[in-house]
């Protein structure tokens, strides 16, 4: 006999990420030789663009792990699009992931609306598309090899 419930438990989701963090790794041969090592742990990455005020011009979320950099969000102001500081945000991530981290990839995702064709033409490959996610939005799953 079991019982479903549905309410948000930060604990049992925490249980729940361990046991399936412990199943994957006796699984996975490569997932165990990762444990233990600096690998094994998500380190975030984080590139920031500052006007001559010191605003905000733009940025670069992410973090590696496992010899891949994930770009999380990649933004530029408005006033600031169109003069390559999206490109300098994004090698300039690439440069500290794959000399300063070992990383040998990236993986990124954006909608149709936003920047495929600028990941394109940075040397990504659209790895796979999802139409109607959100509905009405294709969403794009992009990579890039760094070596």
Partial sequence: MFRIETEVDRERRDLLRSRLRETNTAASPVLRGLRG???AREVPLHVWVLDDAGALAGGLVGHTWAT???VTYLW???RHRG???GSR???EAERIARD???CAAVRLETWDFQAPVFYQRQGYE???VIPDYPPGITEYTLTKRLR
């Fill in 89 to 91: 945000l994004l090698g």
């Fill in 37 to 39: 090592t600096p690998g």
């Fill in 100 to 102: 300063g981290r070992g």
């Fill in 68 to 70: 891949w950099m994930h």
């Fill in 76 to 78: 530029v102001d408005e």
């Fill in 83 to 85: 003069s390559g500081l």
């Fill in 126 to 128: 659209v790895v796979c």
